[in-house]
């Protein structure tokens, strides 16, 4: 079992920015990608950003240029770095933690979830 805890959402206004972290604990040499997602009122979750061990990336296209992802292993912790702001990516930011052993054979831990607020 892995624990995810997120610190660092906030209210904060267009062109600003926030950093999150996710400290993670428990079975975590088991984790090979961790990154985040958000949930915004009356949408799916979708992906924001995600990190594997070798340090491979993916991004969404919206936020390709203003966010990064990064990790350190050492801490067993995630960041998510925003800049640049939008209203569009107000949402419930949630972290993630997954053990993919085969494209059929994954397991998935998530955190509780952290509010980001972008004010127009």
Do not use: H
């Amino acid at each position: 079992q892995v624990q995810l805890v997120e610190s660092g959402g906030g209210l904060v206004q267009a062109g600003g920015s926030l950093r999150l972290s996710c400290a993670a604990s428990g079975s975590t040499s088991s984790i090979n990608i961790m990154g985040w997602y958000r949930q915004a009122p009356g949408k799916t979750r979708e992906l924001v950003a995600t990190i594997a061990d070798g340090g491979k990336t993916v991004y969404v296209d919206s936020v390709k240029g203003r966010f990064t992802v990064s990790r350190d292993n050492a801490k067993n912790t995630v960041y998510l770095q925003m800049n640049s702001l939008k209203p569009e990516d107000t949402a419930v930011y949630y972290c993630n933690a997954r053990l993919q052993r085969s494209w059929y054979e994954v397991y998935d831990w998530w955190g509780q979830g952290t509010q980001v607020t972008v004010s127009s």
